[in-house]
T-cell receptor, first 111, second 117 residues
Framework: KQEVTQIPAALSVPEGENLVLNCSFTDSAIYNLQWFRQDPGKGLTSLLLIQSSQREQTSGRLNASLDKSSGRSTLYIAASQPGDSATYLCAFRGGYNKLIFGAGTRLAVHP | NAGVMQNPRHLVRRRGQEARLRCSPMKGHSHVYWYRQLPEEGLKFMVYLQKENIIDESGMPKERFSAEFPKEGPSILRIQQVVRGDSAAYFC???????????????FGEGSRLTVL
């Protein structure tokens, strides 16, 4: 059974810090891994998608890496801003045609 | 190109009533997924459908829940005889017709929040 774990569960930082959010998965047969952002009471916004053949993806201040051998992905947020405050979810697609989500990391960036 | 559209955004039902949630995928998308998010929990897969076919319903409760994606019209998630434990946010996602369902990116709607009194 695939499991996706996100650490830390919650994070509170001052504005301007560089952040690392961690995601680990138990099944090495991965097709891709997708990072999402969810604001309270809202839907999911896709941030980055990393296919199994890729090692990282970048979008603006966000960089996501994928290490299949260790079963880990990290989301790096550079120069954090209060507008980055949200819950960040990683989702694993393994041997099934569906995403398995972690419980998320709740991020609060204060001015 | 509108995103994934879900309605209603909020739905209140009394115990025993029926809830119908609708999802219109993005234009050109023929793969639809339903997920449920219970309060303070992560998203859990429920069902994966293509037009007129249920591909994987391994996450659906065995009773009271059903889903369809007809040839015309939106996908429907139907919950019969709702109970308080059904209160949750129900999210729909879609991915493009031509993409490999194992690697295509999923795009999510804003969700439908069901409250059972």
């Amino acid at each position: 059974k695939q499991e996706v774990t996100q650490i830390p569960a919650a994070l509170s930082v001052p504005e301007g810090e560089n952040l690392v959010l961690n995601c680990s998965f138990t099944d090495s047969a991965i097709y891709n891994l997708q990072w999402f952002r969810q604001d309270p009471g809202k839907g999911l916004t896709s941030l980055l998608l990393i296919q199994s053949s890729q090692r990282e993806q970048t979008s603006g201040r966000l960089n996501a890496s994928l290490d299949k051998s260790s079963g880990r992905s990290t989301l790096y947020i550079a120069a954090s801003q209060p507008g980055d405050s949200a819950t960040y979810l990683c989702a694993f697609r393994g041997g099934y045609n569906k995403l398995i989500f972690g419980a998320g990391t709740r991020l609060a960036v204060h001015p | 190109n509108a995103g994934v559209m879900q309605n209603p955004r909020h739905l209140v039902r009394r115990r025993g009533q029926e809830a119908r949630l609708r999802c219109s995928p993005m234009k050109g998308h023929s793969h639809v997924y339903w997920y449920r998010q219970l309060p303070e929990e992560g998203l859990k897969f429920m069902v994966y459908l293509q037009k007129e076919n249920i591909i994987d319903e391994s996450g659906m409760p065995k009773e009271r829940f059903s889903a369809e994606f007809p040839k015309e019209g939106p996908s429907i998630l139907r919950i019969q005889q709702v109970v308080r434990g059904d209160s949750a946010a129900y999210f729909c996602a879609s991915s493009p017709r031509d993409e490999d369902p194992y690697t295509g990116e999923l795009f999510f709607g804003e969700g439908s929040r069901l409250t059972v009194l």
